[in-house]
């Protein structure tokens, strides 16, 4: 099993900018990737971003495309999503997840093991 840490939320103004944290361990070698999801009230967990972890390609749902980047440290086995230019419409949960095989990035049912999340909340 793999066990994820989530770490960096907080509050933050309209415009401004945050970065989160996802600390894998356990058996992560059966890890394929590692996305972000967010779940704000009363709506339906979405995508946000997935990193492959062997070849660092990524992928972003539009909603953050050119404000949201996904990174990873290989040695630290951590995954980092820096936030900028933040939206109210940002206001969420977020949580991290493993993804141990290589289709299905955008979809939750893809992801096998999911981190506590962290809240994130952005003012007008």
């Known amino acids: 099993q793999v066990q994820l840490v989530e770490s960096g939320g907080g509050s933050v103004q309209a415009g401004g900018s945050l970065s989160l944290s996802c600390a894998a361990s356990?058996?992560?070698?059966?890890?394929?990737?590692i996305g972000w999801f967010r779940q704000a009230p009363g709506k339906e967990r979405e995508f946000v971003a997935d990193i492959t972890w062997s070849t660092g390609s990524t992928y972003y749902a539009d909603s953050v495309k050119g404000r949201f980047t996904i990174s990873k440290n290989n040695a630290k086995n951590t995954v980092y999503l820096q936030m900028s230019s933040l939206k109210p419409e940002d206001t969420a949960v977020y949580y991290c997840?493993?993804?141990?095989?290589?289709?299905?990035?955008?979809?939750?049912?893809?992801?096998?093991?999911w981190g506590q999340g962290t809240q994130v909340t952005v003012s007008s």
């Open positions: 356990g058996r992560t070698g059966t890890t394929y990737g």
């Open positions: 997840a493993a993804r141990p095989r290589a289709r299905g990035v955008t979809a939750s049912r893809s992801y096998d093991y």
